[in-house]
């Protein structure tokens, strides 16, 4: 099929505009605090809103407390070790997998299951345990994403305990860093695809 003379002006137009939109060349005109923080905020804001739409459409609880600090790592710091997608996902599946071994551990000792409205040992237990083995595979495994820790608490706390919601935390999770690569090479931002290159040295804001 020719390519017609409108195609071709549409697609320089396109190029120039996304040129100038991008983070590298906003940074060369604008402040780069100011840059990065509206940045964080519009994209993080946009990857919640579309994993939002999408829970919704297919009824999955995609959604949970944690995504909210991830997203903000993931847009605020693109380039440290905490929000490589090695880390992201490695963390929070660490720290769901943790919540729900110590809230099985606990509900079997303690008798009864544990809930987030429950109190006595078992809360404090199964806390303090999801925390701190969910800290200590952090630290050893270097997947240093601290949101990871409050998704080993939600789920240790009993707040989702079914197969269903566990699979759709993880989904989740996947879903939101996919997202921010996504809206991160389109930014012009080279973002590591899976471990971090030796970036935390690197100017992120």
């Known amino acids: 099929m020719a390519v017609t003379s409108w ?19 906003m940074l060369a005109g604008y402040d780069e605090n100011k840059v990065i923080s509206i940045v964080a905020a ?4 946009m990857a919640i809103l579309l994993l939002t739409v999408l829970a919704w459409f297919i009824d999955l609880p995609l959604l949970f407390p ?5 997203a ?11 929000a490589a997608p090695r880390s992201v ?19 079997l000792v ?15 237990l199964s806390a303090s345990l999801a925390m701190t083995l969910c800290s200590v595979l952090l630290i050893s495994l270097s997947c240093p994403h601290p ?17 269903i919601p566990l699979l759709g935390m993880m989904a ?14 389109l930014a012009g931002i080279s973002v590591p695809l899976w471990s971090p290159r030796r970036l935390d040295a690197h100017p992120s804001g």
């Not at 697609?11 to 060349?25: E, V």
């Not at 944690?66 to 991830?70: H, K, R, V, Y």
């Not at 996902?89 to 509900?107: A, D, E, K, P």
Request: charge should be positive; proline fraction near 7%; charged fraction near 10%.
């Open 7 to 25: 195609q071709i002006r549409l697609r320089r137009w396109s190029l120039r505009w996304r040129a100038r939109l991008s983070i590298p060349s």
């Open 42 to 45: 519009v994209n993080g804001g």
């Open 66 to 70: 944690a995504l909210g600090p991830s």
């Open 72 to 82: 903000f790592i993931l847009f605020r710091r693109p380039f440290s070790r905490s």
């Open 89 to 107: 996902i490695l963390g929070h599946f660490m720290g769901i997998t943790v919540g729900y071994l110590t809230w099985r551990l606990v509900t």
């Open 110 to 124: 303690g008798g009864q299951p544990v809930t987030p409205d429950a109190n006595g040992w078992p809360v404090l």
């Open 147 to 163: 949101p990871s820790c409050a998704s080993a608490l939600i789920v240790a706390l009993g707040a989702a305990n079914g197969w």
């Open 172 to 185: 989740g999770v996947v879903l939101l860093t996919a997202q921010a690569i996504l809206i991160s090479k």
